[in-house]
């Protein structure tokens, strides 16, 4: 998500009903599940200035501090975007509701092992792949269709690029 904001800043950005606010850092809101089947939305912030390990370090610590009842109100302020996983309980699939002011929530869908074809050098071939839908939800007012899907069209890109190098490892 962090190179594909970069990209998108329109994605970035915030609304307040009269004026759309870039933002220029990435601020990006974790949804955490409870224990009370409540939900609690840390931020990420800066994650511009992180590298990957350093994001899932940061998004590591914020879930067990939101577990543990030990978030700050700045922990849980400021966010640009969100993104949220209902996949993690075995949904396939939902839909986020925008955390405003943003205008954005990526959501992601469980994982499952699904058979699709593959183009080759040799031709097409029936292959076992981990799948998984991702949605966004984004505010009409400000993001149209064509922006939104090249915006998910880029983080699919990305995210099948990095599974295609973590493969040849």
């Known amino acids: 998500c962090k190179k594909a904001l970069q990209e998108f800043p329109l994605i970035n950005s915030s609304f307040d009903g009269e004026k ?3 933002h220029r850092s990435l601020d ?28 899932s370090r940061q998004a590591s610590r914020l879930a067990s501090d939101a577990r543990n009842g030990n978030l700050s109100p700045d922990d849980i302020s ?11 309980f075995g949904g396939l ?10 205008v954005a929530i990526l959501t992601v869908g469980s994982f499952q092992k699904r058979p699709i074809v593959r183009e080759t ?6 292959v076992i792949r981990n799948m998984c ?9 400000i ?8 915006f998910l069209m880029r983080v699919i ?3 099948e690029k990095t599974e295609e190098s973590i493969l040849e490892l």
């Open 157 to 159: 890109d990305l995210i």
């Open 121 to 126: 050098q040799h031709g097409d071939s029936i």
């Open 28 to 55: 990006i809101g974790l949804a955490v599940a409870l224990e009370n089947n409540n939900l609690v939305v840390p931020v990420i912030k800066n994650t511009e200035e992180m590298n990957f390990l350093g994001i």
């Open 78 to 88: 400021g966010s640009t975007f969100t993104v949220t996983n209902p996949g993690m």
């Open 143 to 150: 993001i149209d269709g064509v922006y939104g899907t090249k």
């Open 133 to 141: 839908y991702l949605t966004l939800g984004y505010d009409h007012r």
């Open 20 to 22: 759309i606010h870039y």
């Open 93 to 102: 699939f939902g839909m986020g509701i925008i955390n405003q002011p943003n």
